[in-house]
């Protein structure tokens, strides 16, 4: 007998809470009698869960989105409907761009997917579900997760912070943290199931709060339930991270001696237009507390350039932290004008394009140097890493995360595969890898 399921094929951009929103897709369609399909797939239905953080992300979406239309040509009655961040903010921009669209769907809306397909299926009409809630957290949906090592686990949905460059509350809506028990609940059956770590999402982690519980306490409960040996999060804001935060990620060995701790810009002036809520001194103050808490912690950060206003003068401030700060890694961007912001609204993007790209390549170059020598103090150390897979390159080689989750290839040994623990010994490092051998 063949499967009459209907199919479908979800394309996912953007961020980890997009890739956990896909898996909550994915359980919500798969219970309604969907089959979710490979990627490469032929499928009647295709979805796109998008991502507006950056302009480059919005024009990605667009391209992969004018060729699925165009695909309906060749496969009529095909529904293709668009998901997740870029409906929720650009609604009539997105439809009036791409009249073959059959369905728009916002990130609180999904619980309404089944009903919007078979809507779809019905009507030519583009049809609009795209209503931001206070409470919906999915809480009682088991994500469809991907196979492997890791989980995520949003513990909240939304964001209040309004920095001003940032699109995230205008297409998640307002802040809402789930309940305590149900995240502990949802990690006892990722352990059963043989996740090995799970990394607990949120737009500013430490505003979770759930009754009486915060944060520090929730991670706390996660990192205690047998099975899970580790435990990771992002992100937490600078404005608000508390001391017993680092406390408790020092004492338990299960969570991980890692913080992505998104700097943004160092000039006092820029981070105020960015509605950041610290000045520079307070991040250095924050930065020395954790490095003093946390013995080999590992830091991380974003930063972006040529925010409005930004004079070279407070470009050169970013330059020095990054200098005098040693994060071990960073995500650089572009400044990106994006609708309906307060920095759309307020100023004017006028750093242009070219010297955009001046600061991003400069800044980039200097991490990549600070990158390697941060790594070059690795070599000779042993490490205890978590095997994820083969290396991309090599199949004789597994690829494996430290605790400080950098990347460790190591040659293969048969008697050990995904998902188990060994210790390894660094003998190279570039700026993005380790290298090394079982020891
Ligand atoms: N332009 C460039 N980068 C942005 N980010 C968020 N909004 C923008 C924007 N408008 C970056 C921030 C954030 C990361 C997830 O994306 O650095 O921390
Ligand atoms: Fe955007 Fe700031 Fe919220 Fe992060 S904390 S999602 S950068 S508004």
New binding site residues.
């Given amino acids: 007998m063949t499967d009459q399921r209907p199919t479908v094929a979800l394309h996912t951009y953007g961020?980890q809470m997009n890739e956990y929103d896909s898996e909550l897709v994915g359980s919500i369609l798969i219970g309604q009698g969907y089959t979710i399909v490979g990627n490469g797939d032929p499928a009647e239905i295709i979805l796109l869960n998008t991502c507006a953080?950056?302009e480059t992300a919005n024009t990605r979406v667009y391209a992969q989105l004018g060729q699925f239309i165009a695909g309906k040509k060749t496969r009529p009655g095909t529904i293709v409907g668009v998901l997740g961040c870029i409906p929720q903010n650009l609604k009539d921009e997105l439809l009036a761009k791409f009249p073959g669209v059959d369905f728009i769907c916002g990130p609180d809306n999904y619980r309404d997917l089944p009903q919007l397909i078979a809507e779809a299926r019905e009507t030519a009409i583009p049809l609009t579900t795209v209503d931001l809630s206070e409470y919906e957290t999915y809480d009682d949906i088991a994500p469809r997760r991907v196979p492997g090592v890791n989980a995520w686990i949003a513990i909240m949905r939304g964001c209040d912070n309004f920095?001003s460059?940032?699109?995230?509350p205008f297409t998640r809506g307002r802040e809402r943290s789930r309940e305590a028990d149900g995240v502990v609940e949802e990690t006892k059956r990722l352990a059963a199931d043989g996740f090995k770590q799970v990394t607990l999402l949120g737009q500013n982690v430490n505003s979770y709060r759930a009754g009486e519980t915060g944060f520090a306490e929730l991670i706390d409960r996660v990192a205690n339930v047998d099975g899970i040996e580790r435990v990771r999060f992002t992100?937490p804001h600078p404005k608000d991270f508390p001391e017993h935060l680092l406390k408790v990620i020092a004492a338990n060995p299960r969570i991980c001696s890692q913080i992505h701790f998104?700097l943004?810009a160092a000039s006092d002036s820029v981070l105020r237009r960015m509605n950041r809520g610290y000045t520079m001194a307070q991040f250095n103050d924050l930065v020395n507390l954790m490095r003093d808490t946390i013995p080999n912690l590992v830091l991380t950060t974003?930063?972006?350039c040529g925010f409005p206003g930004e004079t070279r003068d407070d470009f050169a401030e970013t330059e020095q932290a990054v200098r005098e700060i040693e994060f071990d890694s960073a995500?650089i961007?572009?400044?990106?004008?994006?609708e309906n912001?307060l920095?759309a609204r307020k100023f004017i993007d006028d750093v242009v394009e070219e010297e955009k790209s001046r600061r991003v390549t400069k800044l980039v170059q200097l991490q990549r140097e600070i990158s390697a020598k941060r790594n070059r103090e690795s070599i000779g150390q042993s490490y205890r890493v978590l095997i994820e897979g083969r290396a991309k390159k090599s199949a004789d080689q597994f690829r494996a995360r430290t605790d400080g989750n950098k990347i460790v290839l190591f040659p293969k040994n048969d008697s050990l595969g995904v998902g188990d623990f060994c210790n390894v010994r660094i003998t190279e490092v570039t700026p993005n890898t380790l290298l090394g051998y079982i020891s």
């Fill in positions: 961020c953080v950056r920095c460059f940032c699109v995230v992100s998104p943004q974003d930063i972006i995500f961007f572009k400044y990106s004008r994006r912001t920095a």
